[in-house]
């Protein structure tokens, strides 16, 4: 007993120790971070320090001290304390994000990349961390090659390696006249061919031109340009795009010179047809791929970028569809959806319904891309509900709707086209506005049913159903135009996304309205295209199906037509099914119901069935709706 109570009081004076040791080791790490945070590593290495002297495996002073090691530049002391992290906590992320930044310092590439891959083994949610430092390590690796193989070329005297420095020390040249410099710079635009002048161009410290030279600068940032200041900034863009195409690390050094960072969006407002089209050429090099976007991103800010490319949809030149390819490709990127919710209420949406009101004036063809642009950006919600609740914005849809009766060229059909998308991705959302403008968006798309072209009478019945539930007056007037006989027709002769969308208007429009259901009675004989869409393998269809079966049943008459024709088996089939949508068995269930009550010989195939039993089993999906 006297030896368990000291080994009892021992373990309690350990514990009371501990505490107090790490209590202490917090203390040291807050200033420790304090000091990181000030830029001094050296007193926060100390810090650090005297923590782990308090407390041997406390991770978190590990990795600090690591990071804090990196920025001394430090690496193997910072490797060594990440895997003494390790041992506290094998799970450390933040280690092996630490010690592959080391590794790829000292350009252990191999050991960098396993670092990151144990992330991703760690924490598979890490993936985009894993992508983005793979990337890191690659392209590092490859720039290293580069270098090696271009210094090999420019010792063994290759003309073309040669060129390039000799151009570049001639650039270097101060004071100058404008035009000398600016052929100097054609003649090295020329000679950068391949990588390895892209190389050369780069660690001759090209990119300092713009930097270094007063005449360059100056007339680069000349606010209004000569002729002979435009030439020059034309000349610039030319060459940073030799240098840049496919070359992501001058793409990456070229957006870290404030200088050009800041020049872009000028450059792209400059009004100077020349220059917008190179700079849009030269931001196309970043756009197109997935590092260069990354690079926009992270180093621009693209809170007026959506507003200032929408404008080239005026220029009746290759501006226009050079501009909506850069949009196109960076509505990809989250991050730029998020900064052009910034403006779009000031000054996206006002462009915008211009643009859809002058449709007539300004490129046609940019415009229908445009259009299609700002659907995909309703993809975020916060945008989506800025635009649904813009009324101008329906107006213009609606106008550019109307004079599509007027103008039937095909530039103008994938503008209507493409406001049809708009529209039905802004019917997503629901509100008063919306509602405000129901009958006359139900009534275009009323009209656009005779349209020739296929793909726009699916994408106005597309519409219909999702702007009918907003109202019951627009329901009322559909019905009146002859929505259901319209329906029935184009979902015998359509394909599965007309006929999805069209029982999904009969469904809104049998729910609201006798007549509907009358009218559907009247133009689907027996039902046959119900039957037929009860039998898709889309969910959704056969929901919809089922439920407009079940409310034209109270029509005289309809039941009595379908004996003998096989719908208690199908009808059966969907109640006792297992539809990820239970909507489907509710449905079927109310529909099959509705059915033998309206027309009681049914029972007699429902008993034969054993229908009864699935029937009632069923039931627990209608009560759940």
Request: with cysteine.
């Amino acid at each position: 007993d006297g030896f368990l109570a000291i080994l009892e009081k021992d373990a309690k004076e350990r514990a009371k120790r501990r505490k107090r040791n790490e209590r202490l080791a917090n203390a040291l790490k807050e200033k420790g971070n304090d000091a990181f945070r000030k830029g001094d590593y050296v007193i926060a290495v100390q810090r650090y320090t005297e923590g782990l002297e308090k407390l041997r495996d406390k991770q978190e002073l590990y990795t600090n001290r690591a990071q804090a090691y990196l920025k001394m530049h430090e690496y193997e002391k910072a490797i060594g304390d990440c895997e003494w992290a390790l041992k506290c906590n094998e799970k450390c992320i933040k280690a092996y994000f630490l010690m592959g930044k080391a590794h790829l310092a000292l350009k252990h590439y191999s050991e960098s990349r396993q670092c990151y891959q144990k992330i991703l083994e760690t924490d598979p949610q890490k993936e985009s961390l894993f992508k983005d430092c793979m990337n890191e390590v690659n392209s590092e690796e490859k720039r290293m090659k580069d270098e090696e193989r271009a210094m090999k070329e420019l010792q063994s005297g290759k003309l073309a390696a040669l060129s390039v420095k000799e151009l570049l020390q001639k650039l270097d040249r101060p004071d100058q006249n404008i035009l000398y410099y600016t052929e100097g710079i054609r003649l090295l635009t020329g000679a950068v061919k391949d990588c390895t002048e892209q190389t050369l161009f780069r660690t001759n410290n090209g990119f300092s031109i713009l930097k270094d030279n007063e005449v360059i600068r100056r007339g680069f940032y000349a606010e209004r340009k000569n002729t002979a200041e435009v030439d020059l900034s034309v000349s610039l863009l030319f060459l940073w795009q030799a240098v840049c195409a496919g070359n992501e690390e001058n793409q990456r050094l070229l957006l870290t010179y404030p200088d050009v960072n800041a020049q872009l969006l000028k450059l792209l407002s400059s009004g100077v047809p020349e220059i917008q089209k190179e700079t849009l050429a030269l931001i196309s090099l970043y756009s197109e791929n997935e590092n260069g976007r990354r690079l926009l991103v992270r180093h621009q800010d693209l809170t007026t970028w959506l507003q200032i490319l929408m404008t080239f949809v005026n220029s009746s030149d290759a501006r226009a569809s050079s501009a909506m390819n850069v949009l196109s490709d960076l509505t990809e990127e989250e991050r730029f959806k998020i900064q052009s919710r910034v403006l779009l209420s000031t000054g996206v949406l006002p462009l915008f319904t211009q643009l859809l009101t002058s449709a007539k004036l300004v490129n046609q063809a940019a415009l229908a891309r445009c259009i299609g642009i700002m659907g995909n950006l309703c993809g975020d919600v916060a945008i989506r509900m800025q635009m649904a609740e813009c009324k101008e914005c329906w107006q213009a849809c609606l106008k550019l709707v109307d004079e599509c009766f007027d103008v039937s060229t095909p530039k103008y059909q994938e503008c209507l086209f493409a406001v049809l998308g708009l529209m039905m991705n802004l019917l997503l959302e629901s509100n008063v506005i919306i509602q405000h403008f129901a009958v006359d968006v139900s009534g275009r798309c009323m009209s656009l049913l005779q349209e020739k072209d296929g793909r726009i009478v699916t994408r106005a019945i597309g519409v219909l159903s999702r702007i009918l539930p907003a109202s019951s007056s627009a329901v009322e007037e559909a019905v009146k135009g002859g929505v259901v006989k319209k329906m029935i027709k184009f979902m015998k002769a359509g394909g599965q996304i007309t006929s999805n969308y069209g029982i999904k208007t009969l469904s809104v429009c049998t729910r609201r309205n006798r007549q509907a259901r009358e009218d559907l009675v009247k133009s689907d004989k027996n039902f046959s295209v119900l039957l037929k869409l009860l039998e898709s393998e889309n969910e959704m269809t056969v929901g919809n199906a089922a439920f407009c079966l079940g409310q034209c049943l109270v029509v005289p008459g309809a039941a009595t037509s379908l004996l003998n024709s096989g719908v208690v088996m199908i009808l059966l089939k969907h109640a006792g099914g297992d539809a990820t949508r239970t909507s489907v068995q509710a449905n079927a269930a109310i529909a099959l119901g509705k059915l033998c009550i309206a027309e009681p010989r049914h029972i007699v195939q429902l008993r034969k069935l054993n229908g009864l039993a699935i029937l009632n089993s069923s039931m627990k999906y209608v009560h759940s709706i």
